[in-house]
C-alpha cells in the first residue's frame, strides 16, 4: 500500500458509499484519497480541487477521463468503482490497483528478457487492443503508466486521453511523454491509434534495454531523436525486434494496428480481421500464466530454486518495490504525494532479499490454484436487472451470491472482477476463458453442457407474472381476458398462450415499462422467471405487486464454470450449502426483494453431481 497521510482540515469525511481513510496524494487538478466501503472495498478516490469545481473546462477534463475509463474492458485498466461528477464535489472512484508500475520494475530490478518479456508484450499489447476496441486513443502510453496487477498487466492514466471521433484522429496541440511520443504528436499532425502503437514499441525497448529509445539529455534533444533518429533495436528477441520495428515506423500510415501486432505474437494469421473477443481472451491467459512465480532465471526459465538463481517475476515486485509500490496511485492519477515535492528515486533504494521458494501444493483444480495464488478471479454476470445485478459496480442478490462463493473459494476481496456477459454469451464465455465462473440465472436445464460444467443450482426460479395485489390473479385461469405485458421473445408468454389461456398481448421495449404498467393499472401482469420480475417489481416499492405463484416452470440457476475440473465444482456446491445452511440466501432474498410479495424458495435445491 502507498503512505496513507492523515486528512486535513476542510478534507469530506464522505464521498459516495466510501468513508475517507486518509490522503494518498495531490496534484494540480485534484486530491486522491483512500476510501473504504463498508463492505470494506478499498478504492482510490480523485476528488477535483474545489477551485475547480465551478470552471466548465475543468469538469469537462474530468468528466472526459472518467468516460475514457469507463469505455475500456476492466480487465486492462483500472476499473471505475462510483463517480459523481455533477455534485458540489466532483470525484471518481477507482479501483484500488495492488501493483508496481513497469519502470519501477525495470529500475529496480533490471531489463526484462525470455518469457518475462513475452508475456509483457502480449499483456500490453492486449490491454491497448481493448482500449483501441473503445474508440480511444490513450495518448500518454509509457512504463510510468503500466501497473503489475497479479492478473497481468494494467494500462492506467486516461487524463489526457481522447475518445477517437468518426474520422479516427484527433488534431491538437502536442501532449504525451517526450521520449514516447510519435513524431506526428511532436509535428502537431493529425495524432490517432497509431501513436499509441509507437509508444508501446517505445516501452518495449525500455522493457528490455532499461533506457528509452529516444532519450537524450534535454527534452529538445528527445524531440529530434524522435523524429530522425532510428532506435537500437538489437536487444530484443528475434520475433519481437521485427514487430517492434514496424511499430516505431516514422510514417504513421505504415505502422502495424494494436489488432495486428496482436495477432502476430499470438501466432494468428496476419489477414484476419479485427481480434475478436477470443483473441482478446487469448491474450490475457497468455500474459498471466506463471506470472507471479519467482522461481524463473534470466530467460524465463525455471530456475534451480537457489537465491542466486531465482529471476523475479513481473508481478511479484511487491515484496521488493518499497517506495515504488507505494507509488501507484501517483501513477494513476499523475500526482505526487501528499506534503511532498515527488517520491524518492526507486534506483537508490535498498533491495529487499529475495524470500526462498515456497513450494506450492496444488488443490487439484487448475481454477482453485489461481485463486490460491493471488489471481483475479473473474465472475460473469448479466446487467441491467434490478435487485438482481444492476449498476456500476454491479449490485444485487446474484452480485451477493457470486461475492459469498468467492469468499468461500479462497478469493481476496479485491482479486474479484465482475465482467459483464450477455444473454447468449453466458457459455461461451466460460468455455473461451473470458471469465472463470458465471452467475446468471442460467438454468443448468436449458444449458447446453457440452461447452461448460456446472455446479448448483444457487437458486431455484420459475416462469410466472408479476400482478398488483388487489387483481385477484392467483392461478393459470385468473389470466383469461386480462392484459399481459411481455417483450420481444419472452417464452413465458408462450406458455401461457400454449395452455389454452385467451388474453390481450401488449408488447413493450423494456421490462421496466411492462412493470411500470402493471403498477399503474394499463396492464394486468408482467410475464418472465419470478426472481427477475419481483426485481423489477420490487423496484416500485409502495405500488402493492406481488409474484402470482403460477409456477409454470422450475429455471434451475446454475453456476457454469470449465469442464474438467470437478474439485473446483464440489468447491462452490459446498459454498451453496453452506450458504443456504447459514441463512444467507433468506437474507439475501427479503433485503433485495422485500419491496414486492415474492414467496421465493429458501430452501436448499438439490445439486449436481460434479463427478
Known amino acids: 500500500m502507498p503512505e496513507i497521510r492523515p486528512l486535513r482540515p476542510g478534507d469530506p469525511p464522505q464521498l459516495g458509499d466510501y468513508t475517507l481513510r486518509g490522503r494518498l496524494g495531490e496534484g494540480g487538478q485534484g486530491v486522491v484519497y483512500l476510501g473504504e466501503s463498508e463492505s470494506g472495498e478499498r ?15 475543468a469538469r469537462s477534463r474530468f468528466a472526459r477521463e472518467l468516460a475514457a475509463a469507463r469505455r475500456v474492458a476492466a480487465f486492462c485498466t483500472a476499473r471505475v468503482l462510483a463517480a459523481d461528477l455533477d455534485g458540489e464535489t466532483p470525484y471518481i472512484a477507482s479501483e484500488l490497483i495492488d501493483g508496481p508500475s513497469l519502470r519501477a520494475v525495470v529500475e529496480r530490478e533490471g531489463p526484462l528478457a525470455g518469457e518475462e518479456l513475452e508475456r509483457l508484450a502480449i499483456g500490453t499489447i492486449t490491454a491497448l487492443t481493448a482500449i483501441h476496441h473503445a ?71 525500455f522493457s528490455a534495454t532499461g533506457k528509452a529509445p529516444f532519450g537524450g539529455d534535454t527534452i529538445v534533444a528527445t524531440l529530434n531523436r524522435v523524429i530522425n533518429h532510428e532506435a537500437d533495436l538489437s536487444t530484443l528477441p528475434e520475433g519481437l525486434r521485427e514487430i517492434v520495428g ?57 530456475s534451480g530454486g537457489t537465491p542466486a538463481s531465482r529471476r523475479r517475476a513481473v508481478t511479484g515486485g511487491l515484496a521488493l518495490l518499497g517506495a515504488a509500490a507505494a507509488a501507484f496511485v501517483v501513477l494513476q492519477f499523475g500526482l505526487t504525494p501528499s506534503g511532498g515535492a515527488g517520491l524518492p528515486s526507486t534506483a537508490a533504494a535498498t533491495p529487499t532479499p529475495t524470500p526462498s521458494p515456497t513450494p506450492t501444493v496444488s488443490t487439484g ?20 436487472l434490478p435487485r438482481v445485478s444492476l449498476g456500476d459496480p454491479p449490485r444485487g442478490f446474484e452480485i451477493d451470491v457470486a461475492k459469498y462463493v468467492a469468499k468461500s473459494l479462497g478469493a481476496r476481496q479485491n482479486a474479484i472482477r465482475f465482467v459483464e456477459v450477455g444473454y447468449d454469451d453466458r457459455e461461451a464465455d466460460v468455455a473461451r476463458g473470458r471469465v472463470d465462473l458465471v452467475i446468471a440465472n442460467l438454468s443448468i436445464d436449458t444449458a447446453d453442457r457440452g461447452r461448460v460444467a456446472f455446479a448448483g ?28 405485458c411481455f417483450t420481444s421473445g419472452q417464452l413465458t408468454v408462450a406458455m401461457i398462450r400454449d395452455r389454452g389461456i385467451d388474453f390481450t398481448p401488449l408488447e413493450a421495449k423494456d421490462t421496466s ?22 426485481g423489477f417489481g420490487a423496484r416500485l416499492r409502495g405500488a402493492g405487486l406481488r409474484v402470482a405463484g403460477l409456477q409454470l416452470t422450475s429455471e434451475r440457476y446454475g453456476v457454469a464454470l470449465r469442464k474438467g475440473d470437478p474439485v473446483a465444482c464440489r468447491a462452490v456446491n459446498e459454498a451453496i450449502r453452506s450458504m443456504y445452511a447459514d441463512k444467507t440466501v433468506k437474507r439475501l432474498l427479503d433485503a433485495h426483494f422485500g419491496g414486492v410479495a415474492f414467496r421465493h424458495q429458501t430452501g436448499r435445491p438439490r445439486l449436481e453431481d460434479c463427478g
Open 135 to 205: 474508440g480511444i486513443a490513450h495518448r500518454d502510453f509509457k512504463p510510468d503508466n503500466v501497473l503489475l496487477d497479479a492478473d497481468g498487466p494494467r494500462v492506467v492514466d486516461f487524463g489526457i486521453a481522447k475518445i477517437i471521433d468518426e474520422s479516427g484522429t484527433i488534431t491538437t496541440r502536442a501532449v504525451g511523454t517526450p521520449a514516447y511520443m510519435a513524431p506526428e504528436q511532436i509535428a502537431d499532425d493529425s495524432v490517432g491509434l497509431p501513436a499509441d502503437v509507437f509508444a508501446w514499441g517505445s516501452t518495449m525497448i
Open 365 to 384: 483444480s487448475p481454477l482453485l490454484d489461481r485463486i490460491k495464488a493471488g489471481r483475479v478471479l473473474r465472475i460473469g454476470y448479466r446487467k441491467g
Open 246 to 302: 514496424l511499430c516505431l515506423n516514422k510514417d504513421q500510415a505504415r505502422r502495424p494496428t494494436a489488432d495486428e501486432v496482436l495477432r502476430r505474437l499470438l501466432g494468428h494469421p496476419a489477414d484476419e480481421a479485427e481480434a475478436s473477443e477470443e483473441v482478446l481472451a487469448e491474450g490475457v491467459q497468455a500474459a498471466t500464466v506463471d506470472l507471479t512465480r519467482p522461481d524463473r532465471d534470466a530467460d524465463g526459465r525455471a
Open 513 to 534: 415499462i411492462c412493470a411500470s404498467r402493471v403498477a399503474e393499472g394499463s396492464a394486468d401482469a408482467l410475464t418472465g422467471d419470478d426472481l427477475l420480475i419481483a
Open 457 to 484: 443450482p444457487y437458486y431455484v426460479a420459475h416462469r410466472d407474472v408479476l400482478v398488483r395485489a388487489s387483481s385477484g390473479i392467483s392461478k393459470l385461469k385468473d389470466l383469461r381476458g386480462r392484459t399481459i
Open 43 to 57: 478504492a482510490a478516490i480523485k476528488l477535483l480541487h474545489v477551485r475547480f469545481t465551478g470552471e466548465v473546462q
